[in-house]
């Protein structure tokens, strides 16, 4: 997991992976705010975006998750979003596995999640296999508006 902004990966670049440079530079040329929701390609079938628009909910609302064929960036474009984050362990239960059909398992409650607060212009990148509980509300449910990067864990070397 890497956890920036546009600010400060526009000046670290060299520190990301070649895959999310390329997909973050063609995101920033998409209009963003103008976007109705929807699914957008940005280079053939394996690197795509989606702009996504929802009420963030109490943590206990929603479940932890994470894919086997795709990297997530979730860049927030408005609101507060916060994130459940949990490092790969024996504890990992999936409780729903849709990976086959949707590239999504869903887990049971992770013994050791940490949380992470997102404001506008930040990002977070997850590996395919880590564990992330998206949509969390901050202090109180609130509405959200993000683009979220699918790349394939083939342009990432995986």
Known sequence: MLLSDLDNWLLQQAAFPTAVNHALTLLL???????????????????????????????QDNRPEAHREHADIQLLLSGEERYGVALAGADRQVVEDLRDTHDIAFYAQPAREVFIDLQPGMFV???PGELHRPCCAIAA???VRKAVVKIHRSLLGL
């Open 29 to 59: 040329q998409q209009d963003l705010a103008g976007l109705p929701t929807g699914r957008y390609p940005l280079d053939g079938d394996k690197l795509f975006f989606m702009i996504q628009e929802m009420h963030t909910r109490p943590q």
């Open 125 to 127: 990148f997850f590996l």
């Open 141 to 143: 449910p609130q509405p």
